[in-house]
């Protein structure tokens, strides 16, 4: 399933039935209180709390959700949902799973290797790759073994990462995820929209992202959903020690398969 260039006939046929109920909500927008407004500078500076104070996190250990989405030849739109465990150790040490439909993988950073191993094939694969957790990641995609849009938000530059090509930035208000109440912020790139919901309080986490592609008709769109999140957690002296389960098969770094949240031969245009 590999997606082409889908026109916007898509938008036409999915939304259609649903323009009457936009404009009504669009005139129910423009009557809100100006006291509602938000100045851009808001949002930038809440980019730039909830950046300062992951950086300044030693450890973290999260639980998270994501969802994916691609459109096929067909022009038809379809999602990829994980679940997922992240432990990281800066400045160099990590230890990652995530299980979907197509994969349950797990991948370990010491600072020295890098370990993938495919539970659902019994097999992995090790690689030389000193450095931080962010050379780790840039690494990894350079590969084109990972996309993973999400770990963006760990790493040791998020403000600067994520703020780089930002041309507008809002700061649309409050909202509730999973119970918690955050400040609801929204950017645009030149190609893509996205937007965090960060917890209101002593510790801004990001609780919720959503990055929208504008330049793939139908704009698929990635989500991830923070569940659980603690920092300054106790870690073992083997958390990130690789073990290869009894009778996996070590093979070539490409003869791993499926390790990211699509499946191979499907391509997604949600990325940031």
Same mark, same amino acid.
């Given at each position: 399933?590999?997606?082409?260039?889908?026109?916007?006939?898509?938008?036409?046929?999915?939304?259609?039935?649903?323009?009457?109920?936009?404009?009504?909500?669009?005139?129910?927008?423009?009557?809100?209180?100006?006291?509602?407004?938000?100045?851009?500078?808001?949002?930038?500076?809440?980019?730039?709390?909830?950046?300062?104070?992951?950086?300044?996190?030693?450890?973290?250990?999260?639980?998270?959700?994501?969802?994916?989405?691609?459109?096929?030849?067909?022009?038809?739109?379809?999602?990829?949902?994980?679940?997922?465990?992240?432990?990281?150790?800066?400045?160099?040490?990590?230890?990652?799973?995530?299980?979907?439909?197509?994969?349950?993988?797990?991948?370990?950073?010491?600072?020295?290797?890098?370990?993938?191993?495919?539970?659902?094939?019994?097999?992995?694969?090790?690689?030389?790759?000193?450095?931080?957790?962010?050379?780790?990641?840039?690494?990894?995609?350079?590969?084109?073994?990972?996309?993973?849009?999400?770990?963006?938000?760990?790493?040791?530059?998020?403000?600067?990462?994520?703020?780089?090509?930002?041309?507008?930035?809002?700061?649309?208000?409050?909202?509730?995820?999973?119970?918690?109440?955050?400040?609801?912020?929204?950017?645009?790139?030149?190609?893509?929209? =996205?937007?965090?919901? %960060?917890? /209101?309080? *002593?510790?801004?986490?990001?609780?919720?992202?959503?990055?929208?592609? $504008?330049? #793939?008709?139908?704009?698929?769109?990635?989500?991830?959903?923070?569940?659980? =999140?603690?920092?300054? %957690?106790? /870690?073992? *002296?083997?958390?990130?020690?690789?073990?290869?389960?009894?009778?996996? $098969?070590? #093979?070539?770094?490409?003869?791993?398969?499926?390790?990211?949240?699509?499946?191979?031969?499907?391509?997604?245009?949600?990325?940031?």
């Amino acid at each position: 399933m590999k997606q082409n260039g889908p026109t916007k006939s898509c938008y036409r046929t999915f939304f259609g039935p649903m323009l009457g109920v936009g404009v009504l909500l669009a005139a129910a927008v423009s009557f809100l209180p100006s006291a509602q407004a938000q100045t851009p500078d808001d949002a930038v500076q809440i980019l730039k709390s909830m950046s300062d104070y992951i950086a300044s996190q030693k450890t973290i250990s999260l639980t998270y959700d994501s969802d994916v989405e691609v459109i096929t030849p067909e022009v038809e739109k379809i999602q990829f949902a994980s679940s997922g465990t992240v432990l990281l150790s800066r400045p160099d040490k990590v230890r990652a799973s995530r299980t979907g439909g197509y994969a349950d993988i797990e991948i370990v950073f010491d600072g020295k290797t890098v370990s993938g191993l495919g539970k659902n094939i019994n097999a992995y694969t090790q690689f030389e790759a000193t450095g931080s957790i962010d050379q780790l990641l840039a690494k990894l995609r350079g590969m084109n073994l990972l996309t993973a849009p999400g770990a963006d938000l760990l790493g040791s530059h998020v403000f600067d990462d994520l703020i780089a090509d930002v041309i507008v930035a809002k700061h649309i208000g409050r909202g509730v995820i999973d119970g918690v109440e955050c400040e609801h912020l929204a950017f645009r790139d030149l190609d893509i929209d =996205w937007q965090l919901w %960060v917890e /209101i309080g *002593a510790r801004p986490i990001p609780r919720k992202y959503v990055i929208t592609s $504008k330049g #793939v008709g139908a704009a698929p769109q990635y989500t991830l959903r923070i569940k659980e =999140w603690k920092t300054d %957690v106790p /870690i073992s *002296a083997d958390a990130f020690t690789f073990t290869p389960p009894q009778g996996a $098969k070590k #093979v070539a770094t490409d003869e791993l398969g499926n390790i990211d949240e699509v499946p191979q031969g499907v391509v997604t245009g949600a990325k940031k």
